[in-house]
């Protein structure tokens, strides 16, 4: 259903962005998107590090990224509150309620520490 929803929303998808998730070094971590079925976080490797830029997704230390976490930000009684996500620092682990949180605050951009 969350790729669904999010497939839906074409090429342009970047326009229905409402909160994006930045490491230190500026590269994409996840996205949370407005979505038909709600808000639907993306985690992991998009097209690249550093956003759709031309440029080959390689991690830093030689690894290849590329696989998407995809699901609603609301969690089930059956889901963790933690999120798998991964940039071409290393992996990371982003937390449902503090997104749902920045959601509702209309915070736009939320660099991990």
Not at 20 to 49: D, I, M
Not at 83 to 100: E, F, I, K, N, W
């Amino acid at each position: 259903m969350a790729r669904a929803a999010v497939d839906s929303l074409g090429s342009q998808r970047s326009d229905h962005a409402l909160v994006r998730v930045k490491c230190p070094a500026s590269h994409n971590v996840a996205t949370v998107y407005r979505t038909p079925e709600g808000p639907v976080l993306v985690a992991g490797g998009g097209p690249t590090a550093h956003g759709n830029r031309d440029r080959s997704e390689t991690a830093h230390h030689g690894g290849s990224l590329g696989s998407e976490f995809v699901d609603t930000l609301e969690a089930t009684q059956f889901e963790d509150d933690d999120v798998p996500a991964r940039c071409a620092c290393g992996p990371h682990t982003l937390s449902r309620q503090d997104l749902q949180a920045a959601v509702r605050s209309h915070t736009r951009t939320v660099t991990l520490a």
